[in-house]
C-alpha cells in the first residue's frame, strides 16, 4: 500500500490560482487527482503516468496542468483560472487507470479548495 499526502489547498477568489502536491511514500506507476463536492460523486480531475502521459477531465483542459518529479514521487496540480464550480475536496490516488476511480486502491486524506466568486 502506498501513502499519499496532499497539501497546497486553500481559499482563492475566481480567477486566481493554487497548487496542489501529492507525496507518495514509494514508487507508483500513475497519479491522479479526483475531487468531491459536497452531494456529489467523486469524480476524476487529472491523470500522470510514470512517463509523463497525461489526462485530464474536459471540465478543466486549458486551466489545469499536471505534473510529476519522479525522485521525489511526487506529483504537482497547477490550477490556473479558478472558478467557484472548482471548489470541492481534491483527492490523490494512485496506481489506478486514468481517471477511472474504482480502479483506484490508494488514497489521500484530502485537501480542500475553495473558490470564491
Known amino acids: 500500500q502506498v501513502q499519499l499526502v496532499e497539501s497546497g489547498g486553500g481559499s482563492v477568489q475566481a480567477g486566481g490560482s493554487l497548487t496542489l502536491s501529492c507525496a507518495a511514500s514509494?514508487?507508483?506507476?500513475?497519479m491522479a487527482w479526483f475531487r468531491q463536492a459536497p452531494g456529489k460523486e467523486r469524480g476524476g480531475v487529472a491523470a500522470?503516468?510514470?512517463?509523463?502521459?497525461?489526462t485530464y477531465a474536459d471540465s478543466v483542459k486549458g486551466r489545469f496542468t499536471i505534473s510529476q518529479d519522479n525522485a521525489k514521487n511526487t506529483q504537482y496540480l497547477q490550477m490556473n483560472s479558478l472558478k467557484p464550480e472548482d471548489t470541492a475536496m481534491y483527492f490523490c490516488?494512485?496506481?489506478?487507470?486514468?481517471?477511472?476511480?474504482?480502479?483506484?486502491?490508494?488514497w489521500g486524506q484530502g485537501t480542500q479548495v475553495t473558490v470564491s466568486s
Open positions: 490516488a494512485a496506481n489506478g487507470v486514468l481517471l477511472a476511480r474504482v480502479t483506484y486502491k490508494d
Open positions: 514509494r514508487y507508483t506507476y500513475t
Open positions: 500522470i503516468g510514470r512517463d509523463g502521459s497525461t
